[in-house]
């Protein structure tokens, strides 16, 4: 079985500042990865996933992620945060095959301070 | 091209009664999965359905169950409902062949009394 644990719940940051929402998995299998936004009272929105490759992803609002497969790690990274960026962020992974079924983590709350 | 989409945004419902969500799968996808969120979680994955068969299931009990329909939309249905199912259900697309990505709808909020 997968599991999915998000280092900090919730994350404070200074507009223009830069921050890294953590995230750790775990699995005994190879998984692809994926981080998704969701914005109050919305539905999820996907920001970046690694598939294979590059272990340096690039998505969606400046964005990027690092996959370090011996840290079991996908943290999630913006070198200079804006208010519109506030929003419950969400890392999740799931297996190479089979059902494409997504296990999340608890979530990271952003929280944007001018 | 449509996005996913879900109806009713909102519901109320009270313990004991039976509820039908409903999902429109994005244009090209033949997969609907099915998550649950509960308030301050993360969303859990119920059931997926591909090509009108269930193709993985959740830690659900039965009276959770769904439907796909051969235009790939898809239902979900609750019955007996019990408190603790008062969440967000998240219905999520893809094209099972060709791409790894779910695509999300907006969700719709149930609330039991």
């Known amino acids: 079985a997968q599991s999915v644990t998000q280092l900090d719940s919730q994350v404070p940051v200074f507009e223009e500042a830069p921050v890294e929402l953590r995230c750790n998995y775990s699995?005994?299998?190879?998984?692809?990865l994926f981080w998704y936004v969701q914005y109050p009272n919305q539905g999820l929105q996907l920001l970046l996933k690694?598939?294979?490759?590059?272990?340096l992803v690039k998505g969606i609002n400046g964005f990027e992620a690092e996959f370090n497969k011996s840290q079991t790690s996908f943290h999630l990274r913006k070198p200079s945060v804006h208010i519109s960026d506030t929003a419950e962020y969400f890392c999740a992974v799931r297996t190479l095959g089979g059902a494409q079924k997504l296990v999340f983590g608890q979530g990271t709350r952003l929280t944007i301070n001018p | 091209e449509t996005g996913v989409t879900q109806s009713p945004t909102h519901l109320i419902k009270t313990r004991g009664q039976q509820v039908t969500l409903r999902c429109s799968s994005q244009s090209g996808h033949n997969t609907v999965s099915w998550y649950q969120q509960a308030l301050g979680q993360g969303p859990q994955f119920i059931f997926q359905?591909?090509?009108?068969?269930?193709?993985g299931r959740g830690n659900f009990p039965p009276r959770f169950s769904g439907l796909q329909f051969p235009n790939y939309s898809s239902e979900l249905n609750v019955n007996a409902l019990e408190l603790d199912d008062s969440a967000l259900y998240l219905c999520?697309?893809?094209?099972?062949?060709?791409?790894?990505?779910?695509?999300f709808g907006p969700g719709t909020r149930l609330l039991v009394l």
């Open positions: 690694y598939l294979s490759g590059s272990t």
């Open positions: 359905y591909y090509r009108e068969e269930e193709n």
């Open positions: 699995s005994s299998v190879s998984v692809y």
């Open positions: 999520a697309s893809s094209q099972k062949e060709s791409s790894e990505t779910q695509y």
